[in-house]
């Protein structure tokens, strides 16, 4: 037996205590109405209504059901609605990577936006490389990720919306291509390159070091370094250079940011879920996700001397806008 749809019957008879008026409300005839509420009353055992009279009575133990099912049957619609927001993905917890590499505003920008549009929502969100994101979205410890391209190892994920960004160079300050608007990739010829390991995103590494030799540019040694900052003191100490989107040289005045001319290097980041049981709110956060990376991408800085003034002469100047120079002491 239905039991909860014999309990909605029955109290619809048991607040107009007529048959024949309950069954108008309820769409249905008054026999199979009459057949449901004697099913509900044997399958209880008692006698929810006196019918020896002429008027229909609830009998004592009709009283108390009406009071218990009505709670039962707000129980029931509460609990469909919370089963609807986990199915909906706006309950629970998302098991999210990122890559190591993404901006501490970034992140903030992200947890907001989610935390505002899906507040009953937990993301637990772990600092995961590319490789091993995909790994574990594999095997199902992971429900969501954001990944660097090209992507190995992908059967069975879904990638979804992406954001590209172009990547400059990262120079030591005191470089003779720092003085330059932008830089070739040939110009780098000479100069080691530093790149994270090649194991925490092997598809972007091949394809790097592929449009460098492409370029004109095969570094003497290739250097890894996994922290931005562990990379960006490389670079100002004159050992090398990297690429980045300019962020991680503005952290430090004894770095320049320069773009490659033509843009060849394009960091492609996209959202990725297993496409099988995949948690509902997978694809709400990878779109959180890109937005907030696209609205982190940074300008593309001036070049050196814009507006009259050349920025190898202000170091200060990628740490403080140019319009608003640090007050003097």
């Known amino acids: 037996m239905d039991l909860i749809r014999h309990l909605r019957l029955f109290i619809v008879v048991a607040e107009e205590l007529h048959f024949s008026r309950a069954a108008d409300l309820l769409g249905m005839a008054q026999p199979p109405l009459s057949q449901a509420v004697r099913r509900l009353e044997r399958e209880m055992g008692v006698a929810l209504f006196d019918r020896s009279a002429r008027q229909v009575r609830l009998t004592a133990a009709g009283a108390l059901l009406v009071e218990e099912a009505r709670e039962l049957l707000a129980r029931e619609e509460r609990l469909r609605a919370v089963l609807g927001r986990v199915r909906d ?35 637990d969100l772990q600092e995961v490389d590319s490789a091993e994101q995909v790994r574990l979205l594999g095997s199902g410890r992971l429900d969501v990720g954001l990944v660097h391209h090209p992507v190995d190892g992908a059967d069975g994920l879904v990638l979804g919306p992406s954001a590209d960004t172009a990547l400059g160079v990262v120079l030591p300050r005191a470089s003779r291509l720092a003085r330059l608007p932008e830089v070739a990739l040939a110009d780098l010829a000479g100069h080691d390159l530093f790149l994270p390991p090649r194991a925490t995103a092997p598809g972007w590494y091949d394809r790097t070091l592929e449009i ?118």
Not at 89 to 96: C, K, M, Q, Y
Not at 278 to 300: C, G, S
Request: aromatic share 6%; proline share 14%.
């Open 89 to 123: 993905g706006e309950l629970g917890t998302l098991r999210a990577g990122v890559p190591p590499q993404t901006p501490a505003r970034t992140l903030h920008a992200l947890l907001s936006a989610c935390a505002e549009e899906f507040p009953g929502l937990r993301i």
């Open 212 to 329: 460098c030799r492409a370029g004109g540019f095969v570094p003497p040694a290739v250097r890894h370094a996994r922290n931005p900052e562990f990379l960006l003191g490389l670079v100002a100490s004159g050992r090398g250079v990297a690429f980045d989107d300019g962020r991680v040289a503005g952290k430090e005045p004894r770095t320049a940011w320069r773009p490659l001319t033509g843009r060849p290097l394009i960091l492609r980041v996209s959202g990725v879920w297993p496409e099988h049981s995949a948690h509902p709110a997978a694809h709400h956060f990878a779109r959180i996700a890109v937005r907030a990376i696209m609205d982190d991408i940074p300008p593309q800085p001036a070049a050196p001397g814009a507006g009259g003034d050349d920025d190898r002469s202000r170091p200060w100047s990628v740490v403080y806008p140019p319009s608003a120079p640090p007050t003097a002491r």
